[in-house]
């Protein structure tokens, strides 16, 4: 059986427009997962005060916690799994 963990790249991630969010993509023993944070939850973590978060903002605030987000989505995608 394969492993359920997922790995992730560190600077691979980019921004989508139409989902309002930024993608990074995870690895699996049995291929690449595709992961989304929002603009909204992206904002909430640098700051619960802003209206509202651009592009470029999110990309940059992606980057600075990315191994607190890799972290999390790694856990979520775990206990999805069972």
Do not use: K
Request: aromatic fraction near 8%; charged fraction near 30%.
């Amino acid at each position: 059986m394969a492993d359920a963990s997922v790995r992730f790249e560190f600077g691979e991630c980019e921004w989508l427009a139409e989902r309002g969010g930024v993608l990074f993509l995870g690895r699996t023993d049995l291929g690449a997962v595709e992961c989304l944070i929002t603009g909204e939850a992206l904002m909430e973590m640098l700051d619960p005060e802003y209206e509202g978060i651009d592009s470029e903002t999110a990309v940059e605030t992606f980057i600075e916690l990315e191994a607190d987000i890799h972290r999390i989505a790694r856990r979520g995608f775990v206990r999805r799994l069972g």
